[in-house]
T-cell receptor, first 111, second 116 residues
């Protein structure tokens, strides 16, 4: 499975936008980019996914580089409830669909 | 609607005891996954079911770990002769299974196992 690289931690102020980067230089053409987040004492929660084009949903936006070697998860206005570990995961079409988690980015949101 | 339900929420076992952890997936979900999460780490894949068939058990750490899903719905993860290194949160997830690389996984809140 192709690997992703994320910063260990990031800080943000409440009500400001947050850009969470992810590098995946060995991504293959059939790999989808998935983002999950894990709040304290909870299981991971699906956030968003994409293949080539930028994606928006009610939780976040996903910006994918043209060469697909990196992507950025954008939270438009961070709230205290967005404090969590964010995981960027590549998911290939040829496997069972299992997710391989890395260490993720721990996001702290300051009031 | 109802999400993935796991029980018990917490389990304390003495070293050497057997434990059974239950997962109730979302109704109709074909795919079911088990993960193990040690403190401060990301979840690690243990095993995968498609309906009642266990298609991938490559992540099970030893033959003390056994999972089943006999009727393609509820699943049980059993750990025999527990050891201290088995202490972790055990997460269950389910998905519709269609276009498996695309359908999101829905996770339960896990069972925290502490082996003393």
């Amino acid at each position: 499975d192709a690997k992703t690289t994320q910063p260990n931690s990031m800080e943000s102020n409440e009500e400001e936008p947050v850009h969470l980067p992810c590098n995946h230089s060995t991504i293959s053409g059939t790999d989808y980019i998935h983002w999950y987040r894990q709040l304290p004492s909870q299981g991971p929660e699906y956030v968003i996914h994409g293949l080539t084009s930028n994606v928006n949903n009610r939780m976040a936006s996903l910006a994918i580089a043209e060469d697909r070697k990196s992507s950025t998860l954008i939270l438009h206005r961070a709230t205290l409830r967005d404090a969590a570990v964010y995981y960027c995961i590549l998911r290939g079409s040829g496997n069972t669909g299992k997710l391989i988690f890395g260490q993720g980015t721990t996001l702290q949101v300051k009031p | 609607g109802a999400g993935v339900s796991q029980s018990p929420r917490y389990k304390v076992a003495k070293r050497g005891q057997d434990v059974a952890l239950r997962c109730d997936p979302i109704s109709g979900h074909v795919s079911l996954f088990w993960y193990q999460q040690a403190l401060g780490q990301g979840p690690e894949f243990l095993t995968y079911f498609q309906n009642e068939a266990q298609l991938d058990k490559s992540g099970l750490p030893s033959d003390r770990f056994f999972a089943e899903r006999p009727e393609g719905s509820v699943s049980t993860l059993k750990i025999q002769r527990t050891q201290q290194e088995d202490s972790a949160v055990y997460l269950c997830a389910s998905s519709t299974g269609q276009h498996s690389y695309n359908s999101p996984l829905h996770f339960g809140n896990g069972t925290r196992l502490t082996v003393t």
